[in-house]
Nanobody, 117 residues
């Protein structure tokens, strides 16, 4: 079983920065890829960024150059540093983690990020 707990969400003005974090507790499992997804009002959940255990990253076009994903493999934490935030970034941000052998997919409960204009 893997539990994901996000933290760091909140209200920020447009142009500001925010970092959100996710701690994965993974007894008896090895964590592979981790990532962040978001769901804005009236929208479907969409990929924001992912990072492999080896550090390879992938970003949605809408956040490239503004957001940075990173992780601490020893602690099973993943971070999302968000700069130059826009009102369109307002969403619930969900942490995602996948386990290795066997493969399971886990989600956090979400953390709200609100960007005011």
């Amino acid at each position: 079983q893997v539990q994901l707990v996000e933290s760091g969400g909140g209200l920020v003005q447009a142009g500001g920065s925010l970092t959100i974090s996710c701690a994965a507790s993974a007894s008896n499992f090895r964590i592979g890829a981790m990532g962040w997804y978001r769901q804005g009002p009236g929208n479907q959940r969409e990929l924001v960024a992912t990072i492999t255990r080896g550090g390879a990253t992938n970003y949605a076009d809408s956040v490239k150059g503004r957001f940075t994903i990173s992780r601490d493999n020893a602690k099973n934490w993943v971070y999302l540093q968000m700069n130059s935030l826009k009102p369109g970034d307002t969403a619930v941000y969900y942490c995602n983690a996948q386990t290795i052998a066997p493969y399971y997919n886990y989600w956090g409960q979400g953390t709200q990020v609100t960007v005011s204009s």
